[in-house]
């Protein structure tokens, strides 16, 4: 017997340790105290709750399932239990003793969340004594429930795991988005239901009905991908009717997935780590302003945004190209040390007193106009988000054609190895040049789209972060992944943005998120498939 | 026969290390010829000078008579030239099939305009690509596994996958770094086999830096033996065998001297 096929009774404790201190730091830092008014079902349960029940659920399970050792097939149920019981035990007790001292000494000086309504809510409001041992009970009780949910068959876990999520993440959008107070009791447990059954049915009835369509002559099949394509698009253009505020959000991760989509092609597939994205970004967003705000009485041209759009979008793929010269030889880390130098350079330029006169300095550039066309204005949110839908829509599609295409195929056998590639006739000079150029031009697309939508820019809008933003998302989603870009942009971008009373935790939670995936799930929520081009007939795109 | 690739007073140095010295090599078309020698005797910085990743400092590779001195290594294997590697460097997360198609892409035209808009010709090629790919799968004997990631092709396929990606760049002289490598006995007869038909079917010449001495003795033509750098022997199989500098690079100085005749 190897050591890790052993079970220790050390290791619930040391679990329930580690999510005790998860669930204090979360208390201190303010995440559960600043909801103590966001409900995730209307009266019962707040934002603020669920977190701490996740810290139970997640390390809970993880003490229940280190409770089979490795390599072992005898399952011990009632160590499983005992198990999540001790551990969901250790966490309350983390916090009972954080109380007990709170309540001894104003802790408030340095922690300056440990309120009283903290304390309150920790005690079930029922105070010291009474409160700490009903504490400790919902510990033990907690540790039992989340312990039978591991040992339930695998379908039905996941089903009720699932069901659980989708509670609170539909809650938060929905209060988000129309100003509502959680979902009723009765409402939550219909959408716990609902997650719950679907996901159960979905899991055993996905293989059959795909082999079914497979079996589908390829007519059948080619309408019938049209017609999911169709009801996707509807759906996608029915979303502003959510409204104005829902539509702001929408704008806003778009634009993000738009710049996923670009960095996508730099960093995904090629394999070329950019960490100065932002600068073309910036790029775009500032020839769209000079090209078309008044104020710039310098430039002879003020025009249009159609007109403008080109220009911004070549300007930034020129820039592109530009800055893949001096770094063709540099690979990895070094790479990335040189594109964040050129990402800073560009918005100090932008920042500086030099161009001030010419492009504003830190005042920006304002009065840039919202896009028009055929007489009609794209003032709102709502309007606006259809601009992004199509810049979004054209940059998937080049995306997809250039994965599986030449041009593809030679970026990511640069990205698997360099010196192979170009033993293999790849001309490494042109092929980065030309992923750097894409990837920007749609950066630069998406800077020109933001420029309108805010009809004013700053350099500080340009910062690093922007950068990381976008590197966090396309990983997140899963490197090389279109669909990816898009889950990672809503996961990471659209959702924070709905959270807005955390927006001080963002990074927090940014950064939690990466180690968590890049742990347990490196490849990212939605990885990169590989055609079959062997077996399979032949995709679509190359077969016709 | 003609001479395919000729090395003419090759030499490369790291630092104060002279790691290829005044090498002449004269490849004939259509052969087999393999380089041999003990480790770091510079059998593979021969073939990266040969190949372009190493500038040599002084002589001249000329092949089909014109020098390749200087060129970057993609135009070298567009010239004709095309590698394996010592330790096997495939496009791991790739697919079977597109490792193959990475290799024939040096025959594709179509770029950027062509890959968006989907032209005729792109289609055409493409095709055109895919099939090709699968008649080298099927030549080299990986027909059905081209969905794969390569990465999870058992070893000898792996070997198997870098020569077929090798021989999609149409190459007229194939450099083999230790495809011997990690095979066992049966796996070995295999891969010689295998290099011979490459020669009978395809025409292609071939130059093997081997360690496996049955794989050298087998199929060679003629054989090239370096130590430090320099060429210390060169002939047949068998007049190698024999010959005393060579033993003598192999078992140290004693050898010639104590050892049986």
Known sequence: ?544 | MATLLSARDVTKRFGGLTAVNKLNVEIEENSIHSIIGPNGAGKTTFFNCVTGFYRHDEGTVLFKGEPLDGMQPDRITREGIARTYQNIRLFQNMTVIENVMVGYQSHLTSGWIGAVLHTRKQREEEKLAVEEARKMLGFVGLAGRGDWMSKNLPYGDQRRLEIGRALATSPDLLLLDEPAAGMNPAETADLMEFIKRLRAELGITILLIEHHMQVVMGISDLVTVMDFGEKIAEGTPREVQNDPHVIEAYLGRGATEHGPA
């Open chain 1, 1 to 544: 017997m190897n050591q890790s096929s052993k079970f220790s009774w050390m290791t619930p404790v040391t679990t329930g340790l580690i999510g005790g201190i998860v669930a204090l730091f979360l208390c201190l830092v303010g995440i559960v105290e600043a909801s103590l008014n966001r409900f995730v079902i209307t009266g019962i349960l707040t934002t603020g709750q669920v977190f701490l029940l996740a810290v139970y659920a997640i390390f809970v399970v993880q003490a229940a399932n280190k409770a089979t050792p490795r390599f072992s097939e005898e399952r011990s149920p009632l160590r499983i239990l005992a198990s999540g019981a001790i551990a969901g035990l250790i966490i309350s007790i983390v916090l009972a003793v954080f109380v007990l001292i709170g309540q001894q000494i104003d802790l408030r000086g340095v922690f300056i969340h440990a309120t009283p309504a903290l304390y309150d809510l920790l005690t079930f409001g029922l105070g010291v004594p009474q409160g700490i041992f009903v504490l400790l009970g919902f510990g033990i009780l907690m540790g039992i429930l989340f312990a039978v949910l591991v040992l339930l068959p695998k379908a039905l876990r996941k089903s009720i795991g699932v069901g659980l999520i989708a509670v609170p993440l539909l809650s938060v959008t929905y209060s988000a988005l129309f100003a509502g107070r959680g979902l009723r009791l009765p409402v939550a447990i219909a959408v716990f239901l609902i997650a719950a059954v679907a996901i159960y049915l979905w899991d055993r009835y996905e293989k059959p009905v795909r082999k079914r369509t497979q079996s589908l002559p390829s007519g059948q099949q080619r309408s019938l991908r049209i017609g999911v394509w169709i009801l996707a698009g509807l759906f996608v253009l029915a979303l502003p009717l959510l409204g104005s505020y829902p539509s702001e959000v929408l704008v806003i991760t778009g634009i993000f997935v738009l710049m996923g989509l670009g960095l996508n092609i730099v960093v995904g597939y090629a394999g070329l780590l950019d960490l100065g994205y932002v600068a073309f970004f910036a790029i775009g967003a500032y020839v769209m302003a000079i090209f078309t705000s008044p104020e710039i009485t310098w430039f002879p041209i003020t025009t249009s945004f159609w007109i403008a759009l080109p220009f911004a979008v070549l300007t930034a793929m020129l820039a592109g190209a530009i800055l893949g010269i001096p770094v063709l030889n540099m690979r990895g880390d070094y790479l990335a040390i040189v594109t964040l130098g050129f990402g800073e350079i560009i918005r100090l330029i932008a920042l500086s007193d030099w161009l001030k006169p010419l492009i504003g300095g830190s005042n920006g550039i304002t009065q840039i106009p919202k896009p028009t066309a055929f007489g009609l204005a794209f003032d709102n949110p709502q309007k606006l988000y259809y601009i992004v839908v199509i810049g979004c829509v054209i940059a998937a599609f080049i995306a997809t054609r250039l994965k599986y295409s030449r041009l593809g195929r030679n970026w990511m056998a640069i990205r698997e190895d360099e010196d192979v590639a170009q033993a293999m006739g790849i001309d490494l000079v042109r092929n980065k040049l030309l992923a750097f150029a894409t990837g920007a031009a749609l950066s630069g697309l998406a800077g020109a789209i933001f420029a309108s939508k805010l009809t004013s820019i700053y350099p500080h809008s340009f910062n690093l972060l922007v950068s990381i933003n976008v590197l966090a998302v396309i990983i997140v989603g899963g490197l090389g992944s279109i669909p990816g870009v898009i889950i990672g942009a809503v996961a990471l971008v659209g959702l924070p943005e709905l959270l807005r009373e955390f927006a001080e935790y963002r990074l927090l939670v940014y950064g939690a998120v990466l180690v968590f995936m890049m742990l347990r799930r490196p490849e990212g929520l939605l990885p990169e498939a590989r055609r079959k081009l062997e077996l399979h007939e032949m995709s679509p795109d190359v077969a016709e």
